[in-house]
Nanobody, 121 residues
């Protein structure tokens, strides 16, 4: 079994910064890509950023230049550094990872429980 635990959400003023963390644990053999998605009320879940095990990144156009997605492979942890936050960044942010377990070497998608980010003055 694999768990993804997110932390770091909260309330921040426009222009401020937050750093989200996503720690993977369990019977993990290896982790492929990790990513962050977000879902605002009444909207579909959307991709924010992804990073491969080799460090290649991909960002939604709406966050390019403001967000980065560092990753610590040794700690099985991905981060989302969010700068210059805007009210439209408010959403529940979910961590995602493609994981091979020690029991099943075919990769499967896992999701965290989500963490709320609210950008408001």
């Amino acid at each position: 079994q694999v768990q993804l635990v997110e932390s770091g959400g909260g309330l921040v003023q426009p222009g401020g910064s937050l750093r989200l963390s996503c720690a993977a644990s369990g019977s993990i053999f290896s982790i492929n890509a990790m990513g962050w998605y977000r879902q605002a009320p009444g909207k579909e879940r959307e991709l924010v950023a992804t990073i491969t095990s080799g460090g290649s990144t991909n960002y939604a156009d709406s966050v390019k230049g403001r967000f980065t997605i560092p990753r610590d492979n040794a700690k099985k942890t991905a981060f989302l550094q969010m700068n210059s936050l805007k009210p439209e960044d408010s959403a529940v942010y979910y961590c995602n990872a493609g994981v091979r377990t020690v029991w099943n070497r075919s990769p499967s998608d896992y999701w965290g429980q989500g963490t709320q980010v609210t950008v408001s003055s």
